[in-house]
């Protein structure tokens, strides 16, 4: 099994104008920061190299790049340390909620771009956390409701994370391993421009389609 199975599941990978481009959304970098944890998981340096392992041209982010609000002095040491693994990678990040200051640290790097949201090749790129911006596009993707779903067999009830397509639109997990994420019925309510949504398809990142889902 590779080392980094658990982001291959929880990430796509596009071919863009850009070349090879890998997406991924919510990796709320500095989390252990604003949960309490006394350990370091070093999850920012191995998501870092299994971007440069993929050996991908380019690297997209939905968003919530850090987790704390703020941009603390140990906070800003793990996102440089990121950001300068990624040296030979175009990043565009599409700015989430959490992501206040980031272009202090994201503006050292001439080949990281922060925007609200961004097209490519037809495609829309955002984060989720506000009303849908007033551009043409062939199909969105979007993070920010980190959607999961509770699967059932044998009495057992085990809680996975999922893919989440709304017609055009596909929400992708946290690529985050320890952050859970949250059921998709409730996740999609913080999505403003998917809140009346009356169903989901869902399917595991594994790629198995588990079918539709009334919300």
Same mark, same amino acid.
């Given at each position: 099994?590779?080392?980094?199975? %658990?982001?291959?599941?929880?990430? *796509?990978? +596009? ?6 481009? +890998? *997406? ?18 070093? /999850?920012?340096?191995? +998501?870092?190299?299994?971007? !440069? ?5 380019? *690297? ?5 790049? &850090?987790?704390? +609000?703020?941009?603390? /002095? ?33 503006? &050292? ?8 949201? /961004?097209? *490519? %090749? ?36 085990? &809680?996975? $994370? ?8 596909? !929400? ?9 994420? /949250? ?5 999609? $309510? ?5 809140? &009346? ?19």
């Amino acid at each position: 099994m590779s080392p980094f199975s %658990d982001f291959e599941s929880l990430s *796509l990978l +596009l071919d863009t104008s850009l070349g090879r481009t +890998l *997406l991924i959304a919510d990796p709320h970098i500095g989390f252990e920061l604003s949960r309490g944890l006394r350990i370091k998981t070093g /999850f920012e340096n191995n +998501l870092a190299e299994f971007v !440069v392992e993929s050996g991908v041209d380019a *690297l997209v982010i939905l968003g919530d790049v &850090k987790e704390p +609000l703020g941009l603390s /002095f140990r906070l800003k040491e793990m996102l440089l340390r990121f950001f300068s693994s990624l040296k030979d990678v175009s990043v565009l990040i599409a700015k989430g909620n959490h992501d206040g200051r980031l272009e202090e640290v994201a503006g &050292k790097f001439p080949n990281v771009e922060v925007r609200e949201h /961004f097209l *490519l %090749d037809g495609n829309l790129f955002l984060h989720g956390h506000t009303r849908l911006p007033k551009v043409e596009f062939e199909e969105a993707f979007l993070g920010h409701a980190h959607p999961a779903y509770t699967l059932k067999s044998g009495g057992v009830a085990r &809680k996975v $994370k999922v893919f989440a397509r709304v017609n055009e639109f596909l !929400v992708l997990p946290t690529v985050n391993p320890y952050i859970e994420g /949250f059921d998709v019925r409730e996740g999609l $309510k913080l999505v403003p421009f998917l809140r &009346k949504a009356e169903e989901v398809e869902l399917f595991l990142p594994e790629g198995l389609y588990l079918g539709r889902v009334r919300l």
